[in-house]
């Protein structure tokens, strides 16, 4: 089963618009990670929050974690056609021995229209 | 920089058959990973090697095999080729010092008929 799920699973938007994308989880986490995906490509990574976070911000991207509700959020703000990916969550459990050994969930896709 | 550069791209196999997809990393990072991607499904562990020399099943290691063949390098075996391994096939890798970050491949498409 998937440690995290993303929602909306697809989510539509125009230039200029915010889009934010849910991830839930089910166990306690090391960490929670935010990748994107273009169509065809790999996955980068975005931006990572540590569980004692409860909000960080990079750029255009301002991702919220709350343990208490085992839950995460990724907020795009002014929405650019180059934004249209999929969006992806990724957790490390507790007691992980391998850095790195992630969980992901089944991503969002994004599309911001022209 | 290449990163991490995995061959082939694209591959069409017979059932039965058995490949190879190899994998390697140029930025001196301990830890590499195979991951399998399937619609709606995310991506899913097959094999990881925390350091060279080691190697430990993931979520998904039935069909498969990985050898570690040196820091750099980390390859996938398909011994026997099945539909069910039609799927996307990322490489990647991740060190300690960067906080578990993992850097992906560009995949490799496999579609077995």
């Known amino acids: 089963s998937q440690q995290g799920e993303e929602d909306p699973q697809a989510l539509s938007i125009q230039e200029g618009e915010n889009a934010t994308m849910n991830c839930s989880y089910k166990?306690?986490?090391?960490?929670l990670q935010w990748y994107r995906q273009n169509s065809g490509r790999g996955l980068v990574h975005l931006i990572l929050i540590r569980s004692n976070e409860r909000e960080k911000h990079s750029g255009r991207l301002r991702v919220t974690l709350d343990t208490s509700k085992k839950s995460s959020s990724l907020l795009i703000t002014a929405s650019r056609a180059a934004d249209t990916a999929s969006y992806f969550c990724?957790?490390?459990?507790?007691?992980?021995?391998?850095?790195?050994?992630?969980?992901f969930g089944q991503g969002t896709i994004l599309t911001v229209h022209p | 920089n290449a990163g991490v550069t995995q061959t082939p791209k694209f591959q069409v196999l017979k059932t039965g058959q058995s490949m190879t997809l190899q994998c390697a990393q140029d930025?001196?990072?301990?830890?590499m990973y195979w991951y399998r991607q399937d619609p709606g499904m995310g991506l899913r562990l097959i094999y990881y090697?925390?350091?060279?020399?080691?190697?430990d099943k993931g979520e998904v290691p039935n069909g498969y095999n990985v050898s570690r063949l040196n820091k750099r390098e980390f390859s996938l075996r398909l011994e026997s080729a099945a539909p069910s391994q039609t799927s996307v096939y990322f490489c990647a890798s991740s060190d300690r010092t960067q906080r578990d970050t993992i850097y992906f491949g560009e995949g490799s498409w496999l579609t077995v008929v």
């Open positions: 990724a957790t490390r459990t507790i007691g992980g021995t391998s850095y790195g050994k992630l969980t």
């Open positions: 166990t306690s986490i090391n960490n």
């Open positions: 090697s925390a350091s060279e020399g080691t190697t």
């Open positions: 930025m001196n990072h301990n830890s």
